[in-house]
């Protein structure tokens, strides 16, 4: 077996697994293969292996990648910061966009998508834990960035994404996920329709999955360290 397949698999294996410790469905947590700073011969490696979703996160490498592979079909998400410059690109090429955190960008995007694609999938990124390196709204804002997006036709709330600061613990790792599905859970009650808890990286996947993710990230457990 090449690695990719082995990683791959591995991959699979630990959503499994993470998912029958808490009781979970494995079929409700969606695998994002995250290829940013990796060749196309990558994406195509393992898209043959039955992988759909990529994430990119910069524009101009992602573009061309998309251009290599047009032949595949694919659902691209966008999951870096996103400046005003690039939304235009971003909502004609992209399926998703993972780090929404600011009305403006998200009235942009929808402005930008075009109709016939149907509405751009979108998170809004919290700022779990106060990081002032870190873009991602705080939670206190969310209420009204939510509403805010929930109007918006060209573009569809799916939920919330953080990238929590690092922490060897387990029980650490699971508080900082535990507090984004508390705030996606109150804006369901508050009447917004959404889904999806955008969480886990290849270093705290199992602590995001036991919190409930729906969407994991991974990067280095599939294409291996970035350089
Ligand atoms: C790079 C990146 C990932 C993947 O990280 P790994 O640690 O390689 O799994 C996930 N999410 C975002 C937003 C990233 O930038």
Not at 34 to 57: T, Y
Not at 72 to 84: K, R
């Amino acid at each position: 077996m090449n690695n990719m397949r082995k990683n791959l698999n591995r991959v699979h294996e630990q959503i499994v697994q993470a998912a029958s410790a808490c009781k979970r469905e494995p079929d409700s947590i969606l695998l994002l293969a995250v290829s940013k700073k990796k060749p196309a011969s990558d994406i195509r490696q393992a898209w043959e292996l039955g992988q759909r979703d990529f994430g990119e996160n910069y524009l101009q490498e992602a573009l061309q990648k998309m251009e290599e592979l047009k032949d595949l079909d694919i659902s691209w998400h966008f999951i870096g910061a996103i400046q005003s410059n690039k939304t235009r690109n971003i909502a004609e090429a992209f399926d998703w966009a993972h780090c929404i955190d600011r009305a403006k960008i998200a009235r942009r995007l929808s402005e930008q998508r075009p109709a016939e694609l149907g509405p751009l999938n979108v998170c809004i990124q919290v700022n779990i834990d106060h990081e002032s390196s870190k873009a991602g709204i705080e939670l206190a804002e969310l209420p009204e960035l939510a509403h805010a997006i929930h109007q918006l036709p060209g573009i569809r709330l799916r939920g919330l994404m953080t990238i929590p600061a690092p922490q060897e613990s387990f029980d650490l790792q699971r508080s900082a996920f535990a507090k984004l599905a508390e705030a996606l859970e109150s804006l369901r009650q508050q009447g917004i329709d959404c889904d999806t808890l955008s969480m886990g990286m290849t270093q705290d996947m199992d602590a995001a999955i036991a919190e409930g993710s729906t969407l994991v990230r991974i990067g280095t457990a599939i294409f291996g360290e970035r350089v």
